[in-house]
């Protein structure tokens, strides 16, 4: 499986973003897929993730209630809607993905990862 972020970029404080990450293979379907970030001279910390069926999500506290995670299997791509953008959410943002990997599981497993993207990066500010 690769992973390819798009749609990062320069947006003002209160502005809003969405990325995608678009996945090759065809077991798609069968990854916990999410988004980590890293902002410069920080450790990278995980941001979201969706179960391999969509019905399930968990997000950061950091995040929560402003970004939304989504995927669509037939496309073979996972979304990132992030709102209400702050200067503290400039970062590089990685899309993750983890075979048949739980919720709780996923984000603890930032070593055993399966795959990971090249990174997009988000810039917030004014």
């Known amino acids: 499986v690769q992973l390819v972020e798009s749609g990062g970029g320069l947006v003002q404080p209160g502005g809003s973003l969405r990325l995608s990450c678009a996945a090759s293979?065809?077991?798609?379907?069968?990854?916990?897929m999410g988004w980590f970030r890293q902002a410069p001279g920080k450790e990278r910390e995980f941001v979201a993730a969706?179960?391999?069926?969509?019905?399930?999500?968990y997000y950061a506290d950091s995040v929560k209630g402003r970004f939304t995670i989504s995927r669509d299997n037939a496309k073979n791509t996972v979304y990132l809607q992030m709102n209400s953008l702050k200067p503290e959410d400039t970062a590089v943002y990685f899309c993750a993905a983890d075979y048949l990997q739980s919720l709780a599981g996923f984000v603890v497993n930032y070593n055993g990862m399966d795959y990971w993207g090249k990174g997009t990066l988000v810039t917030v500010s004014s």
């Open positions: 293979g065809r077991t798609f379907s069968s990854y916990t």
């Open positions: 969706i179960s391999w069926t969509g019905g399930s999500t």
